[in-house]
């Protein structure tokens, strides 16, 4: 049983640090997610044990559930179906866990995210084995919220396969929970960024998991319906900063000068207010770039307060002063302390002068985009990730009017194994050709290539007619997953009616797709010797690596 999630990061336009003291903020979904895929093990896997696979850190955590057993005690166990704290005590238990692996001193921030996840696991799922796989187009740390779409993709993936909540299974493609059901992750989502941020708001994880644009006060959410363009620039400073510590830092501040502070953020929540009542949905588009005016205008006043709060940085002034070259108006969004800076690109704006600001901040050595405001939030797809893929390929053999492939087990159960076998290999260091022959010396050396035929009930001897096409592609992201498969050298087995059936296999940044003929020699009930292989690389941009392996070892 499997099933993905995805939630989506965020920009706060006004009221950041201010709204965890009661002021209003707005903030938007932006179309940057993170994504989780949870896999519980059939009983024949004999597998005993919780995986977490964090692929944008390249970490691996695993324990057998049964040591999570004996650490976490039966009175900490919680319902699926009502939110729960974790207690100092038991943040204490779950770091027991996450110090019994090692994390680098430079991905240290990672550890309080792992006991988030052990948290939200236990909580829902209790200690049942299973493979949970995060990656995320979201940067880690820079005030896009990426700890909280972390939070709410796993809290809908582990929700989604839990008795708490009801959703449609059989349904194609990314579904938006009911409002129940969103609430209930959202609330989940909200205990695991306790863990990780210590005092948040809950901005971040609303706007990731009800998507949209919102205004948020005291924990109460308002939907702003908008027609208004907003086209915001992103530039990540690239300087690592700690939310935490940025947050707790500001309340110190209010401690030290609480009349001061007060008027800050009663000023913010003005602030938020009126950005929130501009922008709203009106008809009357006459005034619409006074509203653009005047949304740069606030902007910059929230900027000037955020300052006042210490959140600041010499890389966000940078953003500040290269932009007002332009006549542009930035603020730093998030927790500030480095991060990332919105920049309002107004509508009459050519696209001459955008490129010109781009090209001067990235010359400062910062990265700039501009991403979609406002989308859907937490979604979730029951599809497989491979059934997706073969349904990929079988569109593209249609347009060539060739039949659909149809799957077979035995070559499936080969690709599952190759992929295993590929998975700890770097797409980097596949390059240069494969082994074409059957001496052990030269034989591939990504697969026990007799282990495998034998296990997966293959006949070494007559199987003579089969093709495997692995392919290397960081995170697995699926659009780039399939154009490996239709764009390159590989579209031409794909593209040949003698192959009927397929096996599709997936391990870390590893796919392997097999695939079988109709003839005696190619079902993979029987066999052969290896023919020839080649590694070619693909012209994605990205580092991608293909093998082909004609014939069975
Ligand atoms: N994709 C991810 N993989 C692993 N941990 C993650 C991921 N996304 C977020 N986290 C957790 O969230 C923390 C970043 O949160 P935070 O500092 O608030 O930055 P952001 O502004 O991006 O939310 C990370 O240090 C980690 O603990
Ligand atoms: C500073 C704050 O307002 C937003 C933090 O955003 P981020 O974690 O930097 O993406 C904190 C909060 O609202 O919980």
Not at 150 to 173: N, P, R
Not at 214 to 243: E, P, Q, W, Y
Not at 364 to 391: P, T, V, W, Y
Not at 403 to 415: E, F, Q, T, W
């Amino acid at each position: 049983m499997e099933v993905r999630a995805r939630a989506p990061g965020k920009i706060i336009l006004a009221g950041e640090h201010a709204v965890v003291h009661g002021s209003a903020a707005v903030a938007a979904s932006i179309a940057l997610y993170t994504s989780v895929s949870l896999r519980f093990p059939s009983p024949s896997d004999n597998d005993d044990t919780l995986t977490l696979h964090l692929m944008d850190v390249g970490l691996d955590f695993s324990w057998p559930v049964g040591r999570i057993k004996a650490v976490l005690p039966a009175s900490v166990n919680s319902i699926a179906s009502s939110p729960t704290t974790c207690s100092p005590e038991t943040v204490k238990l779950l770091a027991t866990l996450v110090e019994e692996h090692t994390i680098p001193q430079e991905k240290s921030g990672i550890a309080s995210g792992v006991i988030a996840f052990l948290w939200l696991y236990t909580s829902i799922q209790g200690s049942k084995p299973a493979t949970v796989t995060v990656s995320s187009e979201l940067p880690l740390g820079s005030g896009l919220g990426s700890s909280a779409a972390f939070c709410v993709s796993i809290s809908g993936a582990l929700l989604a396969l839990s008795d708490s909540v009801k959703v449609e299974s059989s349904q194609d493609g990314w579904v938006v929970f009911g409002e129940k059901e969103q609430q209930l992750a959202n609330k989940w989502a909200f205990e695991g960024e306790k863990i990780i941020h210590g005092k948040p708001s809950g901005i971040d994880n609303s706007v990731s998991t009800f998507g949209n644009l919102i205004k948020f006060k005291s924990g109460a959410l308002t939907c702003i319906k908008s027609n208004m363009i907003l086209k915001m620039l992103i530039t990540n400073t690239n300087v690592g900063r700690n939310t935490k510590a940025l947050v707790a830092g500001v309340s110190e501040r209010k401690i030290r000068h609480p009349d001061a502070m007060s008027s800050v953020f009663t000023a913010v929540d003005s602030i938020s207010n009126e950005l929130a009542s501009i922008i709203q949905s009106s008809d009357d588009h006459d005034d619409d770039l006074e509203k653009e005016q005047r949304v740069e205008e606030l902007m910059e006043m929230n900027q000037g307060l955020l300052q006042c709060m210490g959140v600041s940085h010499a890389s966000i002034e940078t953003v500040l002063r290269t932009t007002l070259k332009y006549k542009l108006t930035s603020k730093l969004t998030g927790a500030g302390g480095g991060g990332c800076v919105l920049t309002l690109l107004p509508t009459l704006l050519s696209a001459t002068v955008i490129d010109k600001v781009i090209e001067e901040l990235e010359q400062c050595g910062f990265q700039c985009f501009i991403a979609e405001i406002g989308g859907n939030g937490l979604e979730i797809c029951f599809n497989d990730e491979e059934d997706n893929l073969l349904q990929g390929i079988n569109s593209f053999r249609q347009s060539r009017n060739l039949i659909a492939l149809s799957k077979n087990d035995n070559a499936g159960c080969m690709a599952d194994e190759i992929a295993e076998a590929l998975e700890d290999k770097d797409c980097s260091t596949m390059a240069g050709p494969s082994t074409t022959t059957t001496t052990s010396a030269t034989q591939p050396r990504y697969a026990n290539y007799p282990d495998v035929v034998k296990k997966c009930d293959i006949d070494i001897n007559t199987t003579a007619d089969g093709v495997i096409l692995p392919v290397c592609v960081p995170k697995r992201v699926p659009t780039l997953v399939l154009t490996n498969y239709t764009q390159s050298s590989y579209a031409s087995y794909l593209n040949n009616s003698r192959y009927t059936g397929v096996g599709i296999g997936k391990e870390k940044d590893w796919v392997v797709v097999v695939l079988t003929t109709d003839a005696p020699s190619g079902t993979f009930s029987n066999v052969a010797a290896p023919r020839q292989s080649t590694v070619v690389r693909a012209s994605q941009g990205l580092v991608v690596l293909m093998a082909v392996w004609f014939g069975i070892w």
